[in-house]
């Protein structure tokens, strides 16, 4: 083979090499070695617990009946108190089922002035037209459920004066 077949050869076998290294996948025949993408972050999002929730459960510890003579408006909503916060004295033309989710409060009712102190998960019942206020009587933050059914086309509460002597503040 003469000097021209071997510069031939050399340069057909540099041309294969070129070709081969076109064709190379990245960290093969000197291409760089690709950069590893960042880890994802861990997925952090909690699943959202199947079916309903049970805010509060527990025995009221009073009869309960009561009808509507008509067809009633209902409503369920959540009230925050601030500590030493009260709702002031009202009445419903219906009935009121106050569930406490958080914190501590003290219901005191028209006619049976001792103030019944609730705990998480405890409601209170009040009947139609009576006298009440709801009180934050703890320190932290109190959460209410409130479930009205309520007379339709009047208003949902009428504020009331004060059916019992204020309590005394605490002293210390």
Request: proline share 13%; glycine share 12%; net charge negative.
């Amino acid at each position: 083979m003469g000097r021209t077949g071997r510069i031939g050869s050399a340069v057909t076998g540099f041309a294969a090499v070129l070709a081969l290294a076109g064709c190379a996948q990245p960290g093969q025949l000197g291409q760089p070695a690709p950069t590893p993408a960042p880890a994802a972050a861990p997925d952090t999002a909690v699943a959202a617990p199947a079916g309903p929730q049970v805010v509060g459960r527990g025995v009221v510890d009073v009869p309960l009946r009561f009808r509507t003579p008509a067809n009633a408006d209902y409503a369920v909503r959540t009230l925050d108190l601030d500590p030493g916060e009260a709702l002031g004295w009202e009445t419903h033309p219906g009935t009121e089922l106050t569930l406490l989710d958080a914190g501590q409060v003290a219901v005191q009712e028209g006619g049976a002035c001792a103030p019944r102190v609730l705990a998480p998960g405890q409601v209170a019942v009040v009947g139609e037209g009576v006298a009440h206020v709801v009180r934050n009587t703890g320190t932290e933050p109190a959460r209410l459920v409130v479930t009205t059914f309520l007379a339709q086309g009047v208003p949902e509460a009428t504020p009331v004066p004060p059916a019992c002597p204020e309590e005394p503040a605490p002293t210390g």
